[in-house]
């Protein structure tokens, strides 16, 4: 008996011996994959924004930036640094984008932003900033995030834009100068490399873009999320006071004098007045490249898994200077264009549908080589187009199909060779589209306007040569 004892008192030592160092081993693992310092207040925040090598929290809850020293509000300068706010609501008071006391910044650029990420190897995640108080800046060059560092990761992000002038009336009245003042997103800007933007949200509700590239080096850009808000002419010429009523519902004069009447996708008056029946956006593109910054190109993007609702254009990779890449993305509503196609663009099972302009457009006559996939979604109940697809160019491979063939009206149709609607905005482009292979597997007409040559087309729908016809 007392050996049997001697036994059990063995076993329960051993067990709670072999338990206490699971706890430890537990607790051990636990310390190293959460070795975070948890902060409580923006202040404190702060101390570690230029700090290499850490690991900060800010504790959830809500946070008020009414206060700045210089015009990008909050700097974070910190390398191989992970800054996590999952669960923060920060609000910044809009009037700081106009204070003229700021200290400015030393890479001589003088634009305002709410937070400037410059530190290499950095990861800022899981935060909600919004702007209040809708009170315009001083600049068309605002925005919330101003990433120029390499490396860095801006992931689960949620923006929320509002301080823009004059905001409701879209790009009627220009694209900055003037009255205008915008509220941009994102901007990834030289001399950034290697950034990567997944999980973020960008809701539009004020006049500028969402996410933007400028002088960018191999970018990507995942699992994003744009929208922006529409509204139709009909509803601005019901107006009784404001800022439209007040200028007789005139508009900015197109400054493209051989394409007058038309500013960034609505159709206007010759003299500027707008007319019914059209629609705008109320912000600017939803994912866009600019070609450089200051002389540095705008490189290698890729974009995958994203959604743009209700913008000006919904994906442009147009402008930039070397071929992207888009994937699986999918837009919707856009007024000038869904996905606009440049020069080597790749385009691979995206989406769009042709309610209020072209799914996608390869406007340039001197893009060469872009390769498109693109599903039409349902294109009913739209307004002011009678577009589906416009191709321009040389040596593109394009498939256009659909689920199903009455998302698309009998209206609209895809046209080669033709200036109308977004781009071609030099008097000198020759409309032209050669050696263009197309896969039309849906119904919609194939409309060959002159400057149309060597057209390889396989077609469910019409072909019709144009070619005696204006563009």
Do not use: W
Not at 12 to 26: D, E, G, H, P, R
Not at 351 to 373: C, D, I, R
Request: glycine share 8%; hydrophobic share 35%; charged share 25%.
């Amino acid at each position: 008996m007392k050996r049997i004892k001697l036994l059990i008192s063995m076993c329960l030592v051993i067990l709670i011996t072999t338990v206490s160092q699971a706890n430890i081993q537990n607790t051990e693992t636990l310390n190293v994959q959460d070795d975070f310092i948890t902060v409580s207040t923006l202040s404190d925040f702060k101390k570690y924004i230029d700090k290499d090598n850490v690991n900060v929290r800010l504790k959830a809850g809500n946070y008020q930036i009414d206060d700045a020293e210089k015009i990008r509000f909050i700097e974070v300068t910190g390398n191989n640094s992970h800054y996590d706010l999952t669960g923060v609501r920060l609000m910044v008071d809009t009037k700081l984008f106009s204070r003229t006391d700021l200290t400015k910044s030393d890479d001589g650029n003088s634009m305002y932003c709410a937070i400037e990420i410059s530190g290499n190897h950095t990861t800022f995640e899981g935060l909600y900033i919004e702007t209040y108080g809708d009170h315009p800046g001083m600049q068309s060059k605002n925005k919330i995030f101003n990433i120029v560092g390499e490396h860095i990761t801006l992931k689960n992000v949620e923006v929320r834009t509002a301080g823009s002038n004059p905001y409701g009336y879209g790009s009627l009245f220009g694209l900055g100068g003037g009255d205008v003042r915008k509220m941009n997103g994102i901007r990834v800007g030289y001399p950034a490399k290697n950034v990567t933007l997944i999980g973020c949200k960008v809701h539009m509700r004020a006049m500028g873009h969402a996410i933007f590239l400028q002088g960018a080096e191999n970018t990507l850009i995942e699992d994003c999320h744009v929208d922006g808000l529409l509204r139709t002419t009909d509803a601005i010429l019901a107006e009784t006071s404001g800022y439209m009523f007040e200028k007789d519902f005139y508009a900015i004069k197109p400054k493209h004098a051989h394409k007058p009447g038309y500013v960034e996708g609505t159709i206007i008056r010759e003299d500027g007045k707008i007319l019914p029946g059209e629609i705008i956006s109320l912000s600017e593109d939803g994912i866009r490249m600019y070609p450089e910054y200051n002389g540095h190109k705008t490189k290698n993007t890729t974009i995958k898994s994203c959604t743009v609702f209700q913008m000006r254009r919904g994906i442009c990779t147009g402008l930039s200077t070397s071929g992207d890449t888009v994937i699986d993305c999918v837009v919707r509503d856009c007024v000038a264009t869904g996905f606009n196609v440049g020069n080597e663009d790749t385009l691979i099972n995206c989406s769009a549908n042709a309610k209020y302009a072209e799914a996608f457009g390869v406007p340039y006559t001197n893009a060469k080589n872009a390769s498109v996939e693109m599903n039409i979604l349902d294109s009913h109940n739209g307004m002011a187009n009678a577009m589906l697809a416009k191709i321009n160019g040389t040596g593109h491979h394009i498939v256009i199909k659909t689920s199903d063939d009455n998302f698309i009206p009998e209206t609209l149709s895809i046209k080669l060779s033709v200036s109308e609607s977004y781009g071609n905005f030099s008097a000198k482009d020759i409309m032209h589209a050669t050696n263009i292979k197309l896969d039309n597997q849906t119904m919609a007409k194939i409309l060959v306007y002159p400057g149309t040559e060597n057209l390889d087309v396989d077609s469910k729908g019409e072909v019709k040569n144009l070619s005696s016809r204006k563009k």
